[in-house]
């Protein structure tokens, strides 16, 4: 698993600890930024002065229809508030459709327009697992916000994990 080859390095001999304590505090500055792995990945940004032990809130934000992660954050700007609020960002991209859009299946009314049937609710639950997994997040502060696809998904989420989304 990569968690583990991240907190002692790839290739490393983790076999003979010798009774020493590890360090397993999360060290932002060496993170490769991503998670979702190579088909779906999602960038992760964090307060410039995190510890690696807080618990932080986590704030996911989705596209609007056609639109990419990066774009988002071009319109809405939240990266700045990053280091002002401290919390955890990620920025994640939908599937590509036969049009060659990206979108969320968010509800019937939009917009998975050629009936890709695209499971996004796990894909997004499976982010926040390896988030959770990974970074000290704080469960209880899991917020999703959207642009008009992404509002769309947003919705869903809260729906349909009430459980996991503040």
């Known amino acids: 698993m990569w968690l583990a080859a991240l907190l002692v390095g790839c290739g490393a001999d983790v076999a003979d600890t010798s009774g020493a304590e590890l360090d397993l ?20 940004k964090f307060p410039t002065d995190y510890d690696g032990e807080s618990l932080l809130p986590v704030v996911v934000l989705l596209h609007g229809y056609s639109a990419s992660g990066l774009l988002q954050e071009i319109y809405f700007q939240l990266s700045p508030q990053v280091d002002e609020y401290g919390f955890i960002y990620i920025l ?17 009314a939009c917009c998975d327009l050629y009936g890709s049937g ?5 894909y997004l639950l499976s982010l926040l697992d390896e988030a ?12 999703f916000a959207g642009h008009s696809n992404g509002g769309f998904m ?13």
């Open 132 to 143: 959770e997994a990974a970074f000290p997040v704080d469960t209880d502060r899991v917020y």
């Open 92 to 108: 994640p991209d939908g599937t590509v459709d036969d049009g060659g859009s990206q979108f969320w299946n968010g509800t019937p």
């Open 118 to 122: 695209v499971d996004d609710v796990g």
């Open 154 to 166: 947003s919705y869903r989420m809260a729906c349909e994990a009430a459980d996991r989304i503040a």
């Open 25 to 44: 505090r999360f060290d932002a500055s060496t993170w490769p930024g991503e998670l979702g792995g190579s088909e779906r990945p999602a960038t992760v």
